[in-house]
């Protein structure tokens, strides 16, 4: 379900100091723009599964501001990761986080395992969710491809990509082996990086074609995310931008990609 980048413009452009801060109402990234209706509680939450290598600490980043996100819409959030090796910095100490967003580590040594896990958390949160939510589970990509047995784990898979060609070229590599592990993956992509909308939508298009090419399988967009200072900013601080700053682009951006899989998970049954 593609979605137009050219809706996110406004994170490109200075914002009008004179304009309200009340949180907005609407969805810039999504078609309807109104706030999904609530729906009857599900017996497991929706898993969406995010490859992030163990040094990718920017979109380790995103991923656990997404949660916050994820929070602050009203919705449950948990962020599930294999507990590592030794302490690493990418992810918060494990529990409840602000706004409710929990981190859980999980020791597995492999897809199934951890695919175990989500689900035991997808059920459990459920119970508690009266407005739905999610358990994104981050994927070690060395474990794409080893277990077929934990190939459920990978039926909707969120990757982010930046306009750089390499970068393009190892995501549409991780889409390849998602899709390979599990025939019937959902794929969805965040853009992040980009300078300008239309290089945002130019990457997109790009990845969409050759997957669809060469893959035979269409790709969703899950919009834009704006990488600018305040993300640094809370890498070091640990601190979720949402909180810290609220009417930032990133924290706009992040609110609008926390929507839009949020409209997904409602209408469509991933666990």
């Given at each position: 379900?593609?979605?137009?980048?050219?809706?996110?413009?406004?994170?490109f452009l200075?914002?009008?100091?004179?304009?309200?801060?009340?949180?907005?109402?609407?969805?810039?990234?999504?078609?309807?723009?109104a706030e999904p209706a609530r729906a009857s509680r599900p017996a497991a939450l929706p898993i969406v599964a995010v490859p992030i290598g163990d040094r990718d600490v920017v979109r380790?980043?995103?991923?656990?501001?997404?949660?916050?996100?994820?929070?602050?819409?009203?919705?449950?959030?948990?962020?599930?990761?294999?507990?590592?090796?030794?302490?690493?910095?990418?992810?918060?100490?494990a529990g409840p986080g602000p706004v409710g967003a929990e981190v859980v580590l999980?020791?597995?040594q492999g897809l199934a395992q951890l695919h175990r896990a989500a689900l035991d958390l997808a059920v459990a949160r459920a119970a508690d969710a009266s407005d739905g939510g999610l358990v994104i589970v981050r994927v070690p990509p060395a474990w794409l491809g080893r277990?077929?047995?934990?190939?459920?784990?990978?039926?909707?898979?969120?990757?982010?990509?930046?306009?750089e060609r390499v970068d393009m070229m190892e995501t549409y590599g991780l889409a390849k082996r998602v899709l390979a592990t599990s025939h019937e993956a959902r794929v969805g992509i965040t853009i992040h990086g980009a300078r300008r909308i239309v290089?945002?939508?130019?990457?997109?298009?790009?990845?969409?074609?050759v997957t669809a090419r060469h893959l035979g399988r269409d790709l969703a967009s899950y919009g834009?995310?704006?990488?600018?200072?305040?993300?640094?900013?809370?890498?070091v601080?640990?601190?979720?931008?949402?909180?810290?700053?609220?009417?930032?682009?990133?924290?706009?951006?992040?609110?609008?990609?926390?929507?839009?899989?949020?409209?997904?998970?409602?209408?469509?049954?991933?666990?």
């Open positions: 379900m593609p979605r137009d980048l050219a809706d996110v413009a406004d994170y200075p914002r009008n100091p004179a304009v309200s801060h009340a949180p907005r109402a609407t969805a810039p990234l999504a078609s309807g723009g380790a980043a995103f991923v656990w501001n997404l949660a916050v996100e994820v929070a602050r819409l009203g919705a449950s959030a948990t962020l599930l990761a294999p507990s590592p090796l030794e302490p690493s910095p990418i992810w918060p100490v999980a020791p597995a277990a077929v047995e934990g190939r459920a784990l990978l039926r909707w898979v969120l990757l982010f990509a930046t306009t290089d945002a939508q130019s990457a997109f298009r790009h990845l969409s074609g834009l995310l704006v990488d600018d200072l305040h993300i640094y900013r809370a890498i601080s640990q601190r979720p931008i949402g909180l810290e700053h609220p009417q930032s682009r990133a924290a706009r951006a992040l609110r609008d990609v926390a929507r839009l899989l949020l409209e997904d998970a409602r209408k469509t049954a991933f666990a």
